[in-house]
């Protein structure tokens, strides 16, 4: 049976599923297509959770929060472009030493608009891991009704 991991921030690892999403990709689409739509719809319950939980810290972030279906995987992402703050919302400065260790005091450190002779800290506010954890229920359910229909699809030869 596939293990289900934490992998990053709030993620899931999907690796195991590979193997299996290839071979149901040649023997039985439909299925491969529920699995993917139940990944659809756990990332975007994810994304609207995330979407709700930063909204009340950034007018910028929420529609920047998106659920992306690849492979046999889903993610959760947000920021990007002119919204790169996002990034330390969630993770803090994890690339700088200086910056590590306030991240780890749930800070992160930014020069004030964009002078490098005035820096500040600013309290993080995770959004993508918390609204991970809120679903976790859901995501679960959606991983075992994949491995649910997988499995009739094997023993049924259907």
């Known amino acids: 049976m596939a293990t289900i991991t934490e992998r990053g921030t709030g993620g899931i690892d999907t690796r195991d599923f590979k193997a299996v999403a290839k071979a149901l990709k ?17 990332g975007g319950l994810v994304a609207k959770d995330a979407q709700a ?57 930014h020069p004030v608009h964009g002078n490098l002779q005035n820096w500040v800290n600013q309290p993080m506010h995770p959004f993508l891991a918390p609204a991970g954890e809120k679903n976790r229920a859901k995501t679960d359910a959606a991983v075992l009704e994949a491995l649910d229909a997988v499995t009739e699809v094997i023993v049924l030869g259907e």
């Not at 023997?27 to 719809?41: D, E, G, I, M, Y």
């Not at 690339?95 to 992160?108: L, M, Q």
């Open 26 to 42: 040649k023997a039985q689409p439909l299925v491969r297509t529920q699995l993917l739509r139940n990944f659809k719809l756990v």
């Open 53 to 109: 939980i930063v909204a009340e810290h950034s007018e910028s972030i929420p529609p920047t929060v998106k659920a992306r279906v690849r492979g046999v995987g889903v993610s959760v992402v947000a920021g990007g472009g002119e919204v790169a703050i996002a990034g330390l919302f969630e993770l803090g400065n994890t690339g700088n030493r200086k910056s590590a260790s306030a991240s780890s005091k749930g800070v992160f450190r």
